[in-house]
């Protein structure tokens, strides 16, 4: 069974920083990639960032580059999103999910696998 488990939200205020874990498990993790998404209410899940777990390539939007680090450790089996310098609208509840052949960072679409995710707020 795939699982994906999220950890590592929180409340932070701007400015500040957070790491986000996604552990994943069901499936043999070098052979895809793994996403970070989020949602914010009222809007539409949007990705953050992702990484290929073999290649260590990785896609960031554009609103994070240069704040959001991903990276990916093999021997856990777990991929980091290390936020720095947190923005009030980067408050969202952040997904991770299993990047398969025929998906992307970039929509959410005909995405399979995802984790229940972890709330981060971050106040001005």
Same mark, same amino acid.
């Given at each position: $069974? *795939?699982?994906? !488990?999220?950890?590592?939200?929180? !409340? !932070?205020?701007?400015? $500040?920083?957070? =790491?986000?874990? &996604?552990?994943? %498990?069901? #499936?043999? #993790?070098? /052979?895809?990639?793994?996403?970070?998404?989020?949602?914010?209410?009222?809007? $539409?899940?949007?990705?953050?960032? &992702?990484?290929?777990a073999s290649t260590l390539a990785s896609w960031y939007r554009d609103s994070v580059?240069? =704040? #959001?680090?991903? %990276? %990916?450790?093999?021997?856990?089996?777990? !991929?980091?999103?290390?936020?720095? @310098?947190l923005r009030p609208d980067d408050t969202a509840v952040y997904y991770c999910a =299993?990047? /398969?052949?025929?998906?992307? &960072?970039? %929509?959410?679409?005909?995405? @399979?696998?995802?984790?229940?995710?972890?709330?981060?707020? *971050?106040?001005?």
């Amino acid at each position: $069974e *795939v699982q994906l !488990v999220e950890s590592g939200g929180g !409340v !932070v205020q701007a400015g $500040e920083s957070l =790491r986000l874990s &996604c552990t994943a %498990s069901g #499936f043999t #993790f070098d /052979d895809y990639g793994i996403g970070w998404f989020r949602q914010a209410p009222g809007h $539409e899940r949007e990705g953050v960032s &992702c990484i290929s777990a073999s290649t260590l390539a990785s896609w960031y939007r554009d609103s994070v580059k240069g =704040r #959001f680090t991903i %990276s %990916s450790d093999g021997a856990k089996n777990t !991929v980091h999103l290390q936020m720095n @310098n947190l923005r009030p609208d980067d408050t969202a509840v952040y997904y991770c999910a =299993r990047i /398969d052949h025929g998906t992307n &960072c970039r %929509s959410p679409s005909n995405i @399979n696998y995802w984790g229940h995710g972890t709330q981060v707020t *971050v106040s001005s």
